[in-house]
């Protein structure tokens, strides 16, 4: 074992491990560059990034810009989500128009009003599975998966009780139409890249 690990064992034991030990405990450890680190009901993630998964991103990115200003939009900056030690770094998340950071300087979960993960092929279960409910629980409006391994996005709206209540799936050359959510905006996916 090593000195994490022990860390991490004897504050399950004591009941206290928190969200912001793990990260501090993360700050001190090397992270490999190019890797992304979040934590999903409180198991660490990292996933490599690639040049195919950040045009993504970034074409998204562009899009949401008609309508955010780029200081309420937030890539790869922690914000915690409903659940058991959920530490998410969204690919991309857009803030509600009087969203302000918490003393912490971090977002808060009920200001998120959008969503946008671009699945990596070791982490995928979690974007399709425990961050899609965590999304759900938050009341997050709108949450959008694009897979580039299937070349297939999935638009899911409507959250209640936990759960999404709306999905939509089309391949990538579909436009995305979230006219009808707080984002009002068509997102272009013909540029996408495929993996």
């Not at 700050?27 to 409180?42: A, L, Q, R, T, W």
């Not at 993504?56 to 890539?75: C, E, F, G, T, W």
């Amino acid at each position: 074992m090593t000195v994490l690990e022990d860390r991490i064992a004897m504050a399950e034991v004591s009941g206290d491990l928190t969200l912001d030990m793990l990260f501090e405990w993360l700050e001190k450890m090397p992270v490999p560059e190019g890797y992304k680190v979040e934590i999903v009901g409180g198991h660490i993630f990292m996933s490599p990034q690639r040049q195919s998964r950040w045009e993504i991103i970034a074409a998204v990115y562009d899009q949401l810009r008609v309508k955010y200003p780029r200081s309420r939009i937030a890539s790869d900056v922690r914000i915690d989500f409903p659940g058991r030690l959920n530490g998410f770094a969204c690919d991309l998340a857009a803030m509600a128009e009087q969203a302000t950071p918490d003393d912490n300087g971090r977002w808060r979960h009920q200001d998120v009003e959008f969503v946008a993960e671009v699945i990596s092929k070791d982490t995928s279960a979690n974007g399709y599975g425990p961050k899609k409910t965590a999304y759900a629980h938050a009341e997050v409006p709108v949450y959008l998966i694009v897979d580039p391994y299937t070349a297939q996005w999935h638009l899911h709206t409507l959250p209640k009780d936990g759960a999404y209540h709306a999905e939509v799936s089309f391949g990538f050359g579909d436009d995305i139409d979230l006219t009808g959510t707080p984002v009002g905006l068509v997102l272009k996916t013909d540029e996408f890249p495929r993996d």
